[in-house]
């Protein structure tokens, strides 16, 4: 598979009575994205505000990020199986509106949701923080269920970046990026010398509103299986989770997977880069045992001298990242595992619940206990009623001036375990 | 004005004598002793060990709260601006004594502290997390290279600046994790990982991984009806009123309570000390984290040979592992002379 990424790159986002981009400012008509969203009849009402890098603007409780995409060449439609019919993507020409992201905001359950600050320190440990953001505020009708009001939440702001990414159809776009992938003895063939390396996407799908969606289909019930890594750029894989905002993937970030852009980055050079294994991180043993019996036969079916595993939550799924790590190890395969930690609020707890020798090699998000105080902001987008119960959050840590004393855990993408940040942790 | 350092030496050290006077009781004396004398010329006149304290390794270690009481009353009027204990290298009591007196001192007198010891003495695995132990050689010959490194830290702490990682300033790492922002992001310094460890070149792990201590499983036994088995549980089931007072969290004591007669645990006589689980099934029903009622029918049944008329009980709810190691060797040791032969271990 061949993916050319045309980037146009925006530098604003201002509301106008079209939807339409220009010189690189993304204008919104809130009147015809009010319309896409409330085509849900579960969807009570839906506010539309912009949020710009540098303003001093707090954006909570934070659901999902989409960035604005669209197919221009090439088979399937973004988010395919969700949006689209579920053909296959990953090849052609897709254009991306660049700095520009779909902010999906709702208490779907008070405590997993986020906090995205576009200024100060919070805004330091935060991606979002600087794009320029258009985001909805989404009220469900009365007694609607936890989730229904996830999906609905879900397909609003996948909607409505696929509404402003149709913008970039037609728009010459300002950098060029190609990435490749070949069948599979054809990829091996062509770097015959340098050693082949994959990519091990472990998927959160603890269920219960834990859950990632691979064309369409809820990824508790797939088997691992392999992918070209330029079918996550067009929108195979997406976010449905609601879990500790500091280290859940949006569907942002699996759009833009950064271990798969540093394996290409590398492609050719150091390494040949092969291709994914995605897997799951289901709570059943028996399902942790197969899935990570998976991945090493996989892997070692691909023939592979080495992986990169990245984890995706904590707690429980720290238990299929060591079963992964450990399993490709014994085939023979060399490992790095990117993870994050939970080592309390003074550092001083073991930071995984598991363990492994064969885990020698790890890079981490750092620790996501770690608390910081975000001073009051200006201007609101969302809420503040949940802020107490955030996960990182706790009795108290929202002051009456509106400054918040939280958990990093509590900043959506702060401890993001694609390798997103620079952040990161060490012992002293 | 220069600092004033206490500084704390064993007798061998302070030239006393060797093991046959490990027995020395705690001495205070004026000025630089030993090894207080290469820190002098280190602190190049900005600080000063005004007093140095001897006392015997074993006397410390057998006489722990005798030695402290009588050191702190040594060196309390003295308005020190730092203690420093050691180095220590690899003499085990040694360690342990450095750490436990700079550990009271600390505490008692709320002088800053400072130590110096081979990592894997038994005083670093101790201490390290309390204060800052100078990484040093395994003998006196790393005396030489210690000193300096010891004294720069002592005057940084005794100032009150900021300690840099431990690789910078040359202490033991103390286990904490704290952030930073690196130079390149994540993706970017996995792929660099990998491709090293590809070319076996040496790499850097973010993150060493703890060591678990793994304990392999007993053989099955054959012939249950013949058994003596006990229960032990880190669930925190206790008698109404928690009478041993387990803590709810780091548990530093477990309890033994007396089962003979009693056929289940009832919920108006048992409930659970423990803090990290939601109590209100255990409270409701003890049996259901210590399962007496099911093994006394089993007894009754001829399934198993005997239950163990003492159950032992503590809280695994962030208690360290060197407790639960201590706690497990005793109930070893006295369930193993009871004629136990078996122990179902329940936890939370």
């Known amino acids: 598979m061949r993916l050319e990424l045309g980037n146009i790159l925006i530098k604003d986002v201002q509301f106008g009575s079209a939807n339409k981009v220009e010189n690189g400012c993304l204008y919104v008509d809130v009147a015809s994205i009010k319309a896409v969203v409330l085509e849900d009849e579960r969807i009570k009402e839906v506010t539309v505000d912009l949020a710009r890098p540098g303003e001093s603007i707090r954006i909570t409780p934070v659901k999902d990020v989409v960035e604005p995409r669209v197919k221009v060449e090439g088979s399937g439609t973004i988010f395919p199986g969700v949006i689209g019919k579920v053909d296959t993507v990953g090849t052609g020409r897709t254009h991306v509106l660049k700095g520009a992201a779909v902010v999906t905001c709702g208490k779907i359950l008070g405590f997993q949701e986020g906090i995205v600050d576009m200024t100060g320190p919070g805004a330091e440990y935060t991606p979002f923080s600087k794009l320029n953001n258009v985001c909805l505020i989404i009220e469900p009708i009365e007694d609607l269920t936890p989730y229904d009001y996830e999906e609905a939440v879900r397909f609003a702001g996948l909607k409505v970046g696929t509404l402003l990414g149709e913008l970039g159809k037609n728009i010459t776009p300002d950098e060029l990026e190609v990435f490749e992938t070949k069948p599979l003895i054809e990829q091996i063939n062509q770097y015959p010398n340098l050693p082949k390396v994959g990519y091990v996407y472990m998927l959160q799908t603890q269920g219960l509103l834990h859950d990632t969606y691979v064309y369409g289909v809820d990824g508790k019930q797939i088997v691992p299986t392999i992918m070209y890594p330029t079918e996550m750029m067009d929108g195979a894989i997406i976010s449905g989770n609601c879990v500790s905002a500091c280290d859940k993937n949006t569907t942002y970030h699996h759009l833009n997977n950064p271990i798969i852009r540093s394996l290409y980055a590398q492609h050719g050079k150091e390494i040949n880069f092969v291709g994914a294994i995605i897997t799951n991180e289901n709570v059943f043993l028996a399902d942790k045992e197969r899935s990570s019996n998976f991945t090493s036969k996989l892997a070692t079916y691909l023939g592979l001298d080495g992986v990169v595993i990245s984890q995706e939550g904590f707690g429980n799924p720290d238990t299929d990242l060591i079963m992964n790590c450990k399993k490709i190890e014994q085939s023979g395969i060399k490992t790095v595992i990117v993870t994050d930690e939970y080592a309390g609020r003074d550092g001083m707890s073991q930071s995984l619940a598991d363990s492994d020798p064969a885990a020698d090699a790890v890079v981490t998000g750092g620790n996501a206990n770690e608390v910081i105080e975000l001073p009051p902001m200006d201007k609101l987008i969302g809420s503040y009623a949940y802020v107490d119960k955030i996960a990182g959050g706790f009795d108290g840590s929202l002051a009456n001036d509106g400054s918040i004393k939280v958990e990093i855990q509590a900043i959506t993408g702060a401890t993001n375990e694609l390798g997103f940040n620079k952040l990161t942790a060490k012992t002293y | ?348």
Do not use: W
Not at chain 2, 83 to 88: D, N, Q, S, T
Not at chain 2, 170 to 189: C, H, M, Q, S, V
């Open chain 2, 1 to 348: 004005m220069a600092l004033k350092v206490i500084h704390y030496i064993n007798q061998f050290f302070a030239n006393v004598g060797g093991e046959e006077m490990a027995n020395y009781a705690p001495e205070l004396r004026k000025g630089a002793v030993g090894p207080g004398i290469g820190l002098n010329a280190a602190f190049a006149g900005e600080a000063e060990v005004v007093a140095t304290v001897i006392c015997g390794d074993s006397y410390f270690n057998e006489h722990t709260d005798t030695a402290v009481s009588k050191i702190i009353n040594l060196i309390k009027d003295i308005k020190a601006d730092i203690f420093i204990a050691g180095p220590a290298f690899n003499a085990g009591r040694y360690g342990t004594a450095c750490g436990g007196i700079a550990s009271e001192v600390e505490r008692e007198l709320n002088i800053p502290v400072v130590s110096a010891m081979y990592i894997e003495n038994p005083g670093a695995d101790i201490y390290k997390k309390e204060m800052y132990i100078i990484s040093t050689k395994g003998s006196a010959t790393g005396m030489r290279a210690a000193l300096p490194k010891l004294a720069k830290l002592a005057l940084k702490i005794a100032r009150g600046e900021e300690i840099l990682d431990p690789d910078t300033e040359g202490y033991i790492p103390r286990g904490i994790r704290k952030n930073y922002f690196a130079d390149k992001i994540g993706a970017e310094r996995a792929v660099e990982m990998i491709i090293k460890k590809l070319k076996k070149e040496e790499f850097k792990t973010e993150y060493p991984m703890s060591k678990f201590d793994r304990v392999e499983p007993g053989k099955a036994i054959k012939n249950m009806s013949k058994t003596r088995i006990a229960i032990v549980t880190s669930g925190g089931i206790v008698p109404i009123g928690n009478p041993d007072r387990v803590e709810a969290s780091s548990a530093s004591k477990y309890g033994i309570y007396n089962i003979a007669n009693v056929l289940s645990l009832a919920e108006n006589a048992y409930e659970t000390a423990h803090g990290g689980y939601d109590p209100v099934y255990a409270n409701h029903n003890p049996n259901r984290v210590v399962p007496l009622d099911v093994l006394k029918d089993l007894e009754k049944e001829g399934v198993i040979g005997s239950l163990h008329p003492y159950f032992y009980s503590t809280t695994g709810n962030g208690t360290a592992v060197k407790s639960s190691h201590e706690f497990a060797e005793e109930i070893a040791a006295t369930l193993i002379a009871d004629g136990v032969q078996a122990v179902i271990l329940t936890s939370t």
